[in-house]
T-cell receptor
Framework: GESVGLHLPTLSVQEGDNSIINCAYS??????FIWYKQESGKGPQFIID?????DKRQGQRVTVLLNKTVKHLSLQIAATQPGDSAVYFC???????????FGIGTKLQVIP | SAVISQKPSRDICQRGTSLTIQCQVD?????MFWYRQQPGQSLTLIAT?????????ESGFVIDKFPISRPNLTFSTLTVSNMSPEDSSIYLC?????????????FGDGTRLSIL
């Protein structure tokens, strides 16, 4: 179904520190998850994805962790930079056919 | 990934009018979708644009309000009809070259629509 958030959660992180953004998903049958980054004035940009047969996947400065037991995803950003300031969304396939449901999003603010 | 262009990038419209938003992709794609993103909120799927047939609408969205066309594998339009201030949102086009259960969608930069 729809995912609507009235107030975006905000995470403030000092430049150079690591960031952890969390996401809970609802469908225990979901087998594919995606993280998107949306900068101000732009569309969501694909960052990294993970399939349910994995617990962890690493990209460049980003790591996604999947805990299927508690239906939880996290996105870890190493050595956070000002350019990482954006809203981050997790997404999962839903509805029994080809569509995707987005989480409410988390706003990451990097403090220089 | 595919390059997705949306036009217009923004517009200010009078209530009661209609606006057609275009989405052009630089390569043929299997799936095209239209989303709405209200200020400070997440993305909500409006419909899946089907090539050569009627779009598949999500609950709460109807064809009379949001008519969609998809004449080929690289182009789609979304019309926002009889606009009211509540339609002020960002409208986003996305595409996928496979099934969204195993491939990410890719998005255009959206159309920022304000209704007076």
């Amino acid at each position: 179904g729809e995912s609507v958030g009235l107030h975006l959660p905000t995470l403030s992180v000092q430049e150079g520190d690591n960031s952890i953004i969390n996401c809970a998903y609802s469908n225990s049958a979901s087998d594919y998850f995606i993280w998107y980054k949306q900068e101000s004035g732009k569309g969501p940009q694909f960052i990294i994805d993970i399939r349910s047969n994995m617990d962890k996947r690493q990209g460049q400065r980003v790591t996604v962790l999947l805990n299927k037991t508690v239906k939880h995803l996290s996105l870890q950003i190493a050595a956070t930079q000002p350019g990482d300031s954006a809203v981050y969304f997790c997404a999962e396939p839903s509805g029994g056919y080809q569509k995707v449901t987005f989480g409410i999003g988390t706003k990451l603010q990097v403090i220089p | 990934s595919a390059v997705i262009s949306q036009k217009p990038s923004r517009d200010i419209c009078q209530r009661g009018t209609s606006l057609t938003i275009q989405c052009q992709v630089d390569s043929q794609v299997t799936m095209m979708f239209w989303y709405r993103q209200q200020p400070g909120q997440s993305l909500t799927l409006i419909a899946t644009a089907n090539q050569g047939s009627e779009a598949t609408y999500e609950s709460g969205f109807v064809i009379d309000k949001f008519p969609i066309s998809r004449p080929n594998l690289t182009f789609s339009t979304l019309t926002v009809s009889n606009m009211s201030p509540e339609d002020s949102s960002i409208y986003l086009c996305s595409v996928s070259s496979g099934t969204v259960s195993n491939q990410p969608q890719h998005f255009g930069d959206g159309t920022r629509l304000s209704i007076l």
